[in-house]
């Protein structure tokens, strides 16, 4: 998942519009955003410093943070201001008197210099307040440079990884030289260095040419086309109502799902080619705990009693439910989905019970830790697999399988063994096939021990 961040998009509080984004601040050590600088006010305005983690959404059109008006009020103000040293090269320490460290002096600039003041040769910097003096300022307009100095166009906006907020790509509006006349989206990779006077890349001026004169298999709506057909036809996202935009090979992906088939739809689309990049955008029931539930059939009275169960477990500690739904028949709640946990499981049951209007609890809840060892069982079961070093994850019933296999041939048996496993909804396989490092096993000198004779 990513966020967008484009300088001048509109940012809102929890009360309305607050400002613009003028500026991103970067660390410059792991270049990981740090915090935005927001333009606010009219008449009389000034710029905040915000902490990245206050954001709770940002695409192309608009910024989101988890803040009131007042809060973000209260921010670190940002500003530059200008002052003047004293030029160390021409001050005799020992005769200067109080300005016997002229790095330590500052000579604030007035409107109406003293003339009662002698001539002393200063040098007039800038310092930047509400921020750390090393932090880099990302902008639009910021110059990118190729590897050989040229220059390639200017920044248009950024895709900061959701959770990391590392910097997943960059957004170049390019020079005139390149063909095509679109902006260009660049992996993060790519860049060699970002400092305040511009961003340079790896590649030189011919590398970046050749690079845009390539033309996709597919263009935007071919591209979308396959990508929804995928999701319309594997079981791991079929019947789910996923949607997606492509812009520019740049992959959005719309629907109310749970986190297991969005991680499913991400491992879909990533494996597509002509896909740059992707923005997971689907949101979550009931906030990736309690599923929606189904009250179509349910009576009144039932559905207030199942309405009671969702938000018992909506206030259950951490991370334990993955995907739970209710359904409730004359007082009779039956639970279903997965649990992080076998603990997770019963919590949710004994939660449950205790609601008020509750007769009984039916729980058909499965957990991730105990699919997750059936499958590893299944694995060590079959003859094909059961010497292969397989890491095994399960997410909401989801489970990908991780780790180098000798042949194509043990990753597909693998799959196929997962899948049959009871509980497992959807196998994402991200084995890799090494049939060359088997065949080096298999020839690989093996060392000859000879018995040393016995001493004395």
Request: net charge negative; hydrophobic share 35%; charged share 25%.
């Amino acid at each position: 998942m990513a966020f967008e961040f484009k300088p001048g998009a509109p940012v809102y509080s929890r009360d309305g519009e607050f400002g613009k984004l003028k500026y991103l601040t970067l660390d410059p050590e792991d270049r990981t955003v740090t915090g935005l600088i927001v333009n606010h006010g009219n008449m009389l305005p000034k710029s905040v410093v915000v902490p990245v983690c206050w954001v709770e959404k940002a695409d192309d059109k608009q910024i989101v943070l988890n803040a009131s008006t007042e809060e973000l009020e209260n921010l670190p103000e940002y500003r530059e201001v200008e002052f003047r040293l004293p030029d160390s090269s021409v001050i005799n320490p020992e005769s200067a008197g109080h300005v016997a460290n002229p790095a330590a002096s500052r000579v604030w600039i007035g409107p109406y210099p003293s003339v009662m003041e002698p001539e002393r040769p200063t040098v007039v910097q800038r310092a930047r307040l509400g921020v750390d003096q090393d932090e880099i300022l990302l902008r639009r307009g910021m110059p990118v440079y190729a590897h050989d100095g040229y220059r390639v166009g200017t920044l248009d906006h950024v895709l900061v990884d959701k959770d990391a907020h590392h910097i997943r790509h960059l957004v170049v509006e390019h020079g005139m030289w390149l063909q095509g006349g679109d902006n260009i989206i660049l992996p993060a990779n790519a860049v060699e260095s970002i400092t305040e006077d511009g961003i340079r890349l790896h590649f030189s001026r011919e590398e970046l040419d050749r690079l845009t004169h390539y033309k996709p298999l597919m263009d935007d709506m071919q591209l979308k086309q396959v990508i929804s057909r995928g999701l319309e036809t594997q079981p791991e996202t079929k019947g789910h109502n996923l949607k997606v935009s492509v812009q520019r090979g740049l992959v959005r992906l719309f629907g109310k799902v749970t986190g297991a088939i969005a991680l499913a739809a991400y491992s879909l689309i990533r494996k597509i080619r002509g896909v740059i990049g992707m923005e997971d955008r689907t949101t979550r029931p009931r906030e990736g705990h309690a599923a929606d539930t189904d009250a179509t059939f349910m009576q009144p009275q039932d559905r207030a009693v199942a309405s009671r169960i969702n938000e018992t477990l909506e206030r259950l500690p951490g991370d334990e439910l993955q995907d739970v739904s209710v359904n409730v028949n004359q007082g009779v709640a039956t639970l279903s989905g997965t649990t992080r946990t076998i603990l997770g499981k019963a919590l949710v049951e004994r939660s449950a019970g205790r609601v008020e209007g509750v007769k009984s609890v039916i729980n058909h809840l499965d957990s991730d830790t105990a699919i997750r060892a059936r499958v590893e069982a299944a694995l060590a079961e079959n003859r094909h697999t059961s010497l292969v070093p397989i890491e095994v994850l399960s997410q909401g019933g989801v489970v990908t399988l991780y780790g180098k296999v000798p042949s194509f041939q043990v990753k597909e048996t693998a799959e196929q063994v997962a899948r049959s496993v009871p509980g497992v909804k959807a196998v994402i396989n991200e084995l890799e096939a090494r049939p060359e490092e088997a065949e080096e096993e298999k020839t690989r000198v093996q060392p000859i021990y000879y018995q040393m004779p016995h001493s004395g």
